[in-house]
């Protein structure tokens, strides 16, 4: 069983930034392709961004130039860099392992 514990959601301003971390228990994190996803009120989760165990990535069209995934293999942790956020971006994050774990999310609110 993996266990994901998610942090670095809050309240930011508009045009601020936040960095959300995924630390992963087990020892296959390098292998496996780590994501982000969102999830606003009343709809289905969406994904954010992905990156493979190559660190290819891949992001939704709405965050691109704005946020970044990247990884740590050594720590077993997944990050999404998040600048110049939009009250829009507001949503609990979720952090996905291998297509088959998910986080227990963290809000990030946008807000003035």
């Known amino acids: 069983q993996v266990q994901l514990v998610e942090s670095g959601g809050g309240l930011v301003q508009p045009g601020g930034s936040l960095r959300l971390s995924c630390a992963a228990s087990?020892?296959?994190?390098?292998?496996?392709?780590m994501a982000w996803y969102r999830q606003f009120p009343g709809k289905q989760r969406e994904l954010v961004a992905r990156?493979?165990?190559?660190?290819?990535?891949n992001y939704d069209d709405s965050v691109k130039g704005r946020f970044t995934i990247s990884r740590d293999n050594a720590k077993n942790t997944v990050y999404l860099q998040m600048s110049s956020l939009k009250p829009e971006d507001t949503a609990v994050y979720y952090c996905?392992?291998?297509?088959?774990?998910w986080g227990q999310g963290t809000q990030v609110t946008v807000s003035s």
């Open positions: 996905q392992y291998g297509r088959a774990y």
């Open positions: 990156i493979t165990r190559d660190g290819n990535t």
């Open positions: 087990g020892t296959f994190f390098s292998i496996v392709s």
